[in-house]
T-cell receptor
């Protein structure tokens, strides 16, 4: 059974701090790893990673995948109160039984204080 | 471009009743996936539909069912509700024509079973 474990489960920082969120996974026939941000209700897409060692970057957020060690990290620099949210890591397996199916971790609750 | 729309936003039911939730995907998206989110289990995959056919199914009892219409709108039904069915039900859409497409989520339906 596919498994995703995120750490830490919660994190409290102050504006301007840099945070690193971790995601380790076990999946049969890996296809991709995705990061989502969930504020209130709807998870919003951040990154999709399929190749090892390639960094994806969007503004203050960046993510990298290590397919050998089976983990990914999400970095947020110069945090702002608007970054407060639950960050979800998910993996997708390859194969016909994986349509629409992502396996999610428990999420990391990030709280950024002014 | 309108996002994924779910109705209703909130629902309160009693044990034994049944409920139908609705999801309208992003225009042009033909795949709709459903997820259940609870504090204890996180986000769990229910099923996925593409062109009115169920292509994938998670590990939920038969009380959970769904369907998709020719306009790609989808409904999810839960019969004989149990207290443990209280959760946020999220749907997500994608073009669905190939694997590895990112999912776009709606804001969910918050179901409370009393």
């Amino acid at each position: 059974e596919d498994k995703v474990v995120q750490s830490p489960l919660s994190l409290v920082v102050h504006e301007g701090d840099t945070v690193t969120l971790n995601c380790s996974y076990e999946v049969t026939n890996f296809r991709s790893l995705l990061w989502y941000k969930q504020e209130k209700k709807a998870p919003t897409f951040l990154f999709m990673l399929t190749s090892s060692g390639i960094e994806k970057k969007s503004g203050r957020l960046s993510s990298i995948l290590d397919k050998k060690e089976l983990f990914s990290i999400l970095n947020i620099t110069a945090t702002q109160t608007g970054d407060s949210a639950v960050y979800l890591c998910a993996v997708e397996a390859a194969g016909g039984t994986s349509y629409g199916k992502l396996t999610f971790g428990q999420g990391t609750i990030l709280t950024v204080h002014p | 471009k309108a996002g994924v729309t779910q109705t209703p936003r909130y629902l309160i039911k009693t044990r034994g009743q049944q409920v139908t939730l609705s999801c309208s995907p992003i225009s042009g998206h033909r795949s709709v996936s459903w997820y259940q989110q609870t504090p204890g289990q996180g986000l769990q995959f229910l099923f996925e539909y593409f062109s009115e056919t169920q292509r994938n199914k998670g590990n939920f009892p038969g009380r959970f069912s769904g369907r998709q219409f020719s306009n790609s709108r989808s409904e999810m039904n839960v019969s004989t509700l149990e207290l443990g069915d209280s959760a946020l039900y999220l749907c997500a859409s994608s073009r669905g024509s190939m694997m590895g497409e990112k999912l776009f989520f709606g804001s969910g339906t918050q179901l409370s079973v009393l």
